[in-house]
T-cell receptor, first 116, second 116 residues
Framework: DTGVSQDPRHKITKRGQNVTFRCDPISEHNRLYWYRQTLGQGPEFLTYFQNEAQLEKSRLLSDRFSAERPKGSFSTLEIQRTEQGDSAMYLC??????????????FGPGTRLLVL | AQTVTQSQPEMSVQEAETVTLSCTYDTSENNYYLFWYKQPPSRQMILVIRQEAYKQQNATENRFSVNFQKAAKSFSLKISDSQLGDTAMYFCAFRGSGGGADGLTFGKGTHLIIQP
């Protein structure tokens, strides 16, 4: 069990550029979540996948945000036309729907985005 | 929508003391999950303890225990024999019974400082 991994760990970009983040969940976990965490706040839920199906996306912050999980393994979160207000930590988590740790979400280290 | 409130932005105690972090939540659901997560400085979110609402017995994990009062919608975390490594942000989180699509709803966190 290597845990949830995210890449890159840090990203600096200029306003208006597109950025993409990757998340690799724990291998046996079929549920994957994206969150945004701004300074001094708790994480804010963005979207959820069960296998390759995106079952919740209404909480994505705007139509500039999109996420995919094409083969039900890793996922990507893309932000188009970045704005300074997008600067935050983007967290990924995964979980399994059954077993002793069912519904417990395990988090990755996050990608810290700074938009200049 | 569910809300989670952590009323203590920051707490400081001496090493080896016992400390209790408070959390209240608002929901109309009967079945749900509650979690405490720890986020050390510049490090990833780690699960501390979880509680299923249908279980009357309070969860314990070594030095960590909860006081779950379902009727009062209260879910406090007690840390016994506190250690320097317990210094971190602590987040209380709620997950409803709607499956993964609910995501987690987090409080704003409590910054716990353990003094030597």
């Amino acid at each position: 069990d290597t845990g949830v991994s995210q890449d890159p760990r840090h990203k600096i970009t200029k306003r208006g550029q597109n950025v993409t983040f990757r998340c690799d969940p724990i291998s046996e976990h079929n549920r994957l979540y994206w969150y945004r965490q701004t300074l001094g706040q708790g994480p804010e839920f963005l979207t959820y996948f069960q296998n390759e199906a995106q079952l919740e996306k209404s909480r994505l912050l705007s139509d500039r945000f999109s996420a995919e999980r094409p083969k039900g393994s890793f996922s990507t979160l893309e932000i188009q036309r970045t704005e300074q207000g997008d600067s935050a930590m983007y967290l990924c988590a995964s979980s399994q729907p059954s077993g002793i740790n069912e519904e417990t979400q395990y988090f990755g280290p996050g990608t810290r985005l700074l938009v200049l | 929508a569910q809300t989670v409130t952590q009323s203590q932005p920051e707490m400081s105690v001496q090493e080896a003391e016992t400390v209790t972090l408070s959390c209240t939540y608002d929901t109309s659901e009967n079945n749900y999950y509650l979690f405490w997560y720890k986020q050390p400085p510049s490090r990833q979110m780690i699960l501390v303890i979880r509680q299923e609402a249908y279980k009357q017995q309070n969860a314990t994990e070594n030095r960590f225990s909860v006081n779950f009062q379902k009727a009062a919608k209260s879910f406090s975390l007690k840390i016994s024999d506190s250690q320097l490594g317990d210094t971190a942000m602590y987040f209380c989180a709620f997950r409803g019974s709607g499956g993964g699509a609910d995501g987690l709803t987090f409080g704003k966190g409590t910054h716990l400082i353990i003094q030597p």
